[in-house]
């Protein structure tokens, strides 16, 4: 029986023209340990509430807000982590700039945890309105920074071809690079909303912008809102 190709093998010095190309799969264990260390962290958040005799209910109740910030934020890891997901799956050999790149997505990821707690306490301080407004701004802001390497990477691919896959199409990184600025704008849009209308109105925004990278992690089209689009469209 044939032996599998091994992806860590670099390519021939004819196909990466002079530089060294290496497979994926150091690179995404890599990334899933720290996507999974990054969702773990967020744990730490959630405490065990000071109670006396008979109010650990009541307790439990009042800490509403970090369960709030957690859950946000493990989806928004989660998604961050199928976004990932669907890019390497188009992804045949890295070269150093996309290393680089790389490095950059995780780091993005790496801070969620900070503006996770900066949140769930400014939510459980009710008496601060000026503090939640600025967690919420926080969020957002990080969020928007976020978009920047995404918008990076498929530039990169766009210009860089021999690392991708055959049958990688040039509409869906055209339609990829749109998808960082996009988020990037209707994050501005949540933290001015978080601002100016009030603090659950940007935590809601913020939801709303993580379910549509969701929902488009595959690409605009290729994903579950291309399809509904499409079928929209048809009727």
Known sequence: MANPPDRDVPSSPAADDGMRLSGTDR??????AVFAI?????????????????????????????????????????????????LFRRIRRMD??????????????VIVPFPTAVL??????????????????????????????????F?????????????????????????????????VVCGIGGWFIGPAVGVVCIAVVILYHALTCEGLHEGPLGRLLGVAGRR
């Open 27 to 32: 690179v995404e264990g890599f990334s899933d």
């Open 38 to 86: 990054v969702i773990t962290l967020l744990v730490l958040d959630l405490y065990d509430p000071h109670h006396g005799p008979g109010e650990l209910v009541p307790g439990l109740a009042a800490a509403w807000p970090a369960y709030v910030a957690f859950l946000v934020s493990f989806v928004y890891v989660g998604v961050i982590w199928l976004n990932h997901h669907g």
């Open 96 to 109: 150093v700039g996309l290393l680089w790149i790389n490095l950059a997505i995780l780091f993005s990821a």
């Open 120 to 153: 769930g306490d400014a939510l459980g301080d009710e008496g601060n309105p000026h503090g939640q407004r600025v967690a919420v701004v926080l969020y957002a802001l990080v969020a928007a920074v976020m978009s920047a390497p995404w918008w990076g990477v």
């Open 155 to 187: 530039t990169y691919l766009r210009d860089h071809p021999e690392l991708l896959q055959p049958g990688v199409s040039p509409r869906y990184l055209q339609t990829q690079r749109i998808r960082p600025l996009t988020g990037l704008a209707m994050y």
